[in-house]
């Protein structure tokens, strides 16, 4: 269905999520703070949607790379699973437990616009 709405191809390679180093440095690095992201749901339970698995063609960036299975750090040792894993246990540390509402303020509560928003740098 996809491919039905866009014309029988993907997106432009250079557009496709294929890695998430290049993605973090794009969103967090400020290299590009108008490139603005949040993780899907599918980054804590579904380690598939990093798998190419019917090996569409997915087209060849401008780097010259080819665009397929999503690139992965080094610490999960280019494992879908153990990315997944290690996320999970991320999101349910006692850490983030803890700050949450910090993250309910920004996306959906008093720090979304204003001047609490400047201060947050949330802008």
Not at 65 to 73: A, E, K
Request: net charge negative.
């Amino acid at each position: 269905y996809h491919l039905a709405l866009q014309e029988g191809r993907f997106d432009i390679a250079d557009r496709l999520f294929h890695s998430v180093a290049d993605s973090w440095a794009d969103t967090a690095g400020n290299s590009n703070l108008a490139d603005v992201k949040e993780l899907i749901p599918e980054f804590f339970y579904l380690p598939h949607f990093l798998v190419n698995g019917s090996g569409a063609y997915l087209g060849q960036r401008q780097d010259g790379s080819w665009v397929d299975d999503v690139q992965l750090p080094a610490w999960a040792r280019n494992d879908p699973r153990e990315f997944i894993r290690v996320h999970r246990l991320a999101l349910e540390s006692p850490y983030v437990s803890a700050h949450l509402h910090e993250w309910v303020d920004l996306v959906f509560g008093f720090k979304q616009k204003g001047k609490a928003a400047v201060q947050a740098i949330n802008v």
